[in-house]
Nanobody
């Protein structure tokens, strides 16, 4: 069974950058559509970005478009989320999730049955 583990979170100042990683184990990540979600305290879970199995199709939430970039390295079973120009409102726990292809590259959390444990991102001066 596919298992996911996020890393790369931490404390960063406004305007800074972080690179999150979502590493897979158990099965090859190449067969899965991967998405990043985030959830801030007291707020609903929010879709951030999704990527197709081959990496050619990417989707972003309008709030992150232009600041965040998703990519994947199937040979290393890892998906990345590069986050630039971070704002305090980006503070949240960030999760990666997976859906076995074929499927939709979507930011709908109900479409993803496999989830990691999350990594905390805090943007503060």
């Amino acid at each position: 069974q596919l298992q996911l583990a996020e890393s790369g979170g931490g404390l960063v100042q406004p305007g800074g950058s972080l690179r999150l990683s979502c590493a897979a184990s158990g099965l090859s990540l190449a067969d899965y559509i991967i998405v990043w979600f985030r959830q801030a305290p007291g707020k609903e879970r929010e879709g951030v970005s999704a990527i197709s199995t081959g990496g050619t199709l990417k989707k972003y939430s309008n709030a992150m478009k232009g600041r965040f970039s998703i990519s994947r390295n199937n040979a290393d079973d890892t998906v990345f989320l590069q986050m630039d120009s971070l704002k305090p409102e980006d503070t949240a726990v960030y999760y990666c999730a997976a859906d076995r292809a074929p499927g939709q590259v979507t930011l709908d959390p109900s479409r993803y049955p496999i989830w990691g444990q999350g990594t905390q991102v805090t943007v503060s001066s």
